[in-house]
């Protein structure tokens, strides 16, 4: 699994989507009868000993999850730049489709690895024409001003240009961001958030369960007391 190189989508956003799109797996395979359950194939190429996949992420996920040792796949024969662009490809035809930032950062990978025309990326990422023509000229600026562009998402790349990279995970940008946050959502839970507590916490356990699992690592320990209480209340060990 090399997320970084094949997986085109974001890895820390838009986990509201991935987790329903593997719910919607998940409950496919568990209504399938034993010995049949099977999904479309996961693409896979060889790299020296090791197998990697190319396409269907999620898909491997599903299987892990329902303890499925045995999957289809499908052997991919091309380079391992070709394997980029394919996962590109593949990732815009899924279910879960590329968001507007994901393909612009599929371009992105093209253009600074130099993996195919200026149409191949075009096609492969599903952003328009000019967009790539501005992607390589923004790869030779900021390699003259020093930067290595492979390294950059297609953001972190225009921060970088205009020498803005790292302000967005300033402090005073984070807190910016947590005070827009706190006012949306003093305006969804109104005033009487406490008196529905145990609603609002199951409801967004239910819809966001990676974002209950980010709470309890960010603050677990600023709560380390009530949280040993409550195990021995339901005498946990």
Same mark, same amino acid.
């Not at 008196?195 to 199951?202: A, D, E, P, Q």
């Given at each position: +699994? ?42 896979? +190429? ?60 599929? !371009? ?26 501005? +992607? ?23 921060? !970088? ?15 910016? +961001? ?15 958030? $406490? ?23 960010? $603050? ?18």
């Amino acid at each position: +699994m090399l997320e970084n190189v094949f997986q085109h989508r974001s890895t820390s956003e838009d986990d509201y989507d991935r987790e329903q799109h593997l719910k919607h797996l998940n409950n496919a395979l568990v209504r399938m009868q034993e010995g049949e359950k099977e999904l479309d194939p996961i693409l896979v +190429m060889q790299v020296d000993y090791f197998w990697l996949c190319i396409d269907g992420h999620h898909r491997l996920a599903a299987y892990n999850a329902c303890r499925v040792e045995e999957v289809p796949v499908k052997i991919f024969t091309g380079s391992v730049d070709e394997a980029i662009e394919v996962a590109g490809a593949e990732n815009l035809k899924a279910k879960l489709s590329l968001n507007q930032r994901d393909r612009r950062n599929v !371009a992105w990978k093209l253009t600074t690895a130099e993996i195919g025309s200026k149409r191949s990326v075009v096609e492969k990422s599903g952003v328009s024409d000019g967009t790539v023509a501005k +992607m390589r000229r923004l790869r030779k600026e900021l390699i003259e001003k020093g930067f290595k562009p492979e390294e950059l998402d297609w953001v972190q790349a225009q921060d !970088a240009n205009e020498g803005r990279l790292g302000e967005r995970g300033g402090d005073e940008w984070q807190d910016q +961001m947590i005070e827009a946050f706190e006012n949306k959502l003093k305006k969804a839970f109104g005033k009487h958030v $406490h008196r529905n507590r145990t609603f609002i916490s199951t409801a967004v356990y239910n819809l966001y369960p990676s974002l209950i699992r980010t709470i309890i690592e960010d $603050h677990v320990i600023d709560h380390r007391e009530q949280v040993e209480g409550i195990f021995e209340e339901c005498d946990l060990e």
